[in-house]
């Protein structure tokens, strides 16, 4: 039951990201906002959850993980309600900023009590698992469960239905979850914590302007400004009395190897779901909710790859079982890479189903290495940094394999576009699928039909090398893992580590 209590939310996080491709057609009609503060009711939610990681899960070892687990939970119920009844595009991006500080809470804060929860190694990696189906199910949930809302109600809907769980975590919560704190935590840092949000926003706001823009001086900018307040912040831990992280753990490659690992991954499966969507509702002309059933098998396979995972690791070691995933998630990227814009839907789900039950296994067995290799009075600093990993990846994913792709798109376009179209023409339909997409339906049909062949065409070689480069990643990911991790097993746990906990702390 408390493993339970602490996956529900994490499921609520996740669809919060992704409920929002299917509300913004009306929520735009409603609120009419401009294309700015489209952007950041878009990204306002992501920004604060990636900034915080890190604060909220070192607050988390010195509180109370399970205080700072329901002070989010109630944070989260209030700004959903907010954001389910705003009135204005100012109102919905504080409600998404609110949102996301929330939801920064709950992905450390539940991965942490997960480590102190379950001790045995076996239990704890089952655990993981199940909470990483949770995180990925959610994120794929999140546009078929706010399709079905959008058909019955207005849009705010999508929001509301996170405040009964909240409330059902804040009830459950006190009588469920233990509380876990250091006995002995220092002074919190407050220059510190202030230092890693920076360093964090800067680099993750500068490879979003990057994705959108490419590599302009501003977005440049901020990513180096992020990376200077990142080398003031590690400056500061290895002087600090009491610092946020544990730099002794990067060090280690049980630690910093599984990080990277889980970068990578992340990197491949977000980066390339910038393609997929794309290529169901464009190319092959599917609505959201009939693209998100078409996606639902990629969730449904998730578990599997887990469970494969998780029951695999202890026979043949942990780096076996990482690196045959990576190969798995390679082999479907290998399948995209001959992928063409009447290939269908039932190839490219093929394809993404294998990548996801490589990936699943994956981001479970590393996630639990990187718990194991911290001490339980570090597990949300921990958790906090695999999570920030993640994020780091996705972020890198959709900057690099977008700009990769834009240039490979506008390039055929530029080159195979028909001669009749306009200057103003040929820009719209250079710059994005959608563009051309629009600009096609404004056209003689016989214009419009040999723009949207060239533009579908363009966008399948688009994704041919976007895959091109996820096998590389993985494959390479695979060989750092046979070559860095020796041992797949853990040290064990010392009793002296269990009594480092807080002395009231009990366990379930």
Excluded at 234 to 263: E, G, K, S, W
Aim: proline letters at 5%; hydrophobic letters at 55%.
């Amino acid at each position: 039951m408390g493993l339970a209590v602490l996956v529900l939310p994490c499921v609520l996080a996740s669809m919060d990201m992704s409920v929002m491709f299917v509300a913004l057609p009306s929520l735009t009609a409603d609120l009419k906002p401009s294309s700015s503060e489209l952007l950041w009711i878009m990204d306002a939610y992501g920004f604060l959850l990636a900034g915080l990681l890190i604060t909220m899960g070192t607050l988390g070892d010195r509180i109370g993980r399970r205080r700072v687990l329901l002070a989010g939970a109630a944070a989260f119920g209030i700004a959903s309600v907010l954001a389910a009844y705003s009135t204005s595009p100012g109102t919905l991006i504080a409600a998404r900023a609110l949102l996301g500080i929330a939801g920064s809470t709950l992905a450390p804060s539940t991965l942490s009590l997960i480590r102190n929860m379950f001790h045995d190694a076996k239990q704890r990696a089952t655990a993981v698992g199940v909470w990483t189906a949770g995180f990925a199910g959610g994120a794929v949930l999140g546009p078929i469960i706010g399709g079905l809302l959008l058909e019955r109600f207005w849009w705010g809907s999508v929001f509301l239905i996170n405040v009964p769980v909240m409330v059902l975590l804040l009830v459950l919560g006190p009588l469920l979850l233990p509380e876990y704190r250091d006995p002995r935590p220092g002074r919190f840092d407050l220059l510190g914590a202030a230092l890693s949000i920076l360093a964090v926003l800067g680099v993750i706001y500068g490879i979003k302007l990057m994705a959108e823009d490419g590599f302009e001086w501003s977005s440049l900018a901020y990513v180096a400004a992020g990376l200077a307040m990142g080398a003031v912040f590690l400056h500061r831990q290895r002087v600090a009395a009491n610092p946020m992280i544990d730099l002794a753990l990067f060090r280690t490659r049980r630690f910093n190897v599984p990080l990277l690992i889980d970068a990578l991954a992340t990197f491949g499966l977000v980066g390339f779901s910038l393609f997929n969507w794309q290529f169901m509702q464009l190319v092959l002309g599917m609505g959201p909710l009939e693209s998100a059933l078409w996606a639902l098998p990629t969730f449904l396979v998730m578990p599997l790859g887990i469970a494969l995972a998780t029951a695999t690791a202890p026979h043949i070691g942990k780096p076996k079982v990482i690196a045959a995933g990576l190969l798995m998630a390679a082999a479907g990227y290998a399948m995209l890479t001959l992928i063409q814009a009447d290939s269908g839907v039932v190839y490219l789900v093929s394809g993404l189903t294998i990548v996801a039950t490589g990936i699943g296994g994956v981001a479970a067995v590393v996630t639990d290495l990187i718990l194991s290799a911290a001490p339980p009075k570090r597990a949300g600093m921990a958790s906090a940094m695999a999570e920030t990993s993640a994020e780091f990846g996705g972020a890198l994913g959709i900057a690099i394999l977008g700009s990769i792709g834009t240039a490979v798109y506008r390039s055929e376009l530029a080159a195979k576009a028909p001669d009749a179209l306009t200057p103003k023409e040929l820009e719209a339909a250079r710059d994005t699928l959608g563009g051309a997409v629009d600009t096609a339906a404004t056209l003689p049909e016989g214009t419009a039909e040999a723009l949207r062949n060239v533009a579908f065409d363009a966008f399948a070689r688009e994704m041919r090398i976007a895959a091109v480069v996820s096998v590389v990643l993985m494959a390479g990911a695979a060989i750092l893992v046979v070559t860095l991790l020796r041992t797949g097993h853990a040290r064990p746990e010392s009793a002296a580590e269990h009594r480092d906990l807080d002395p009231t702390a009990t366990s379930s």
